[in-house]
């Protein structure tokens, strides 16, 4: 499954972006997804996540701010972030784990939050 994150780009802070995760494969049959984001000179770390049920689950850093979804109709998961941060400021990639195998990684949209 091939994974083609977009939306990245330059916002000041308190804007707001929505990033897109197009799935070439059927993302009903992932049993989560999720949205990680990688500062320079940071280790990678998981932003939010969305099981194939629906449950959510985000870092503390982004609750409140950012909403993760996905439309199982398009193959498409999406992270709305609102009221960003300088913080906030990383390549974003987007991560699916299938039932059976590894699990597939976009190719990351740098998201940058400055005045």
Known sequence: VQLQAS???LVQ?????RLSCA????????????WYRQAPGKQRELVARI??????GY???VKGRF????????????LQMN????????VYYCNAVPAYG??????????????
């Open 7 to 9: 939306g990245g780009g």
């Open 83 to 90: 009221s960003l941060k300088p913080e906030d400021t990383a």
């Open 23 to 34: 799935a070439s494969g059927i993302i009903r049959s992932f049993i989560v997804m999720g």
């Open 13 to 17: 802070p308190g804007g707001s972006l």
């Open 67 to 78: 909403t993760i979804s996905r439309d199982n109709a398009k193959n498409t998961m999406y």
């Open 59 to 61: 870092a503390d850093s």
């Open 51 to 56: 099981s194939s049920g629906g449950s959510t």
């Open 102 to 115: 590894p699990s597939s990684w976009g190719q990351g949209t740098l998201v940058t939050v400055s005045s």
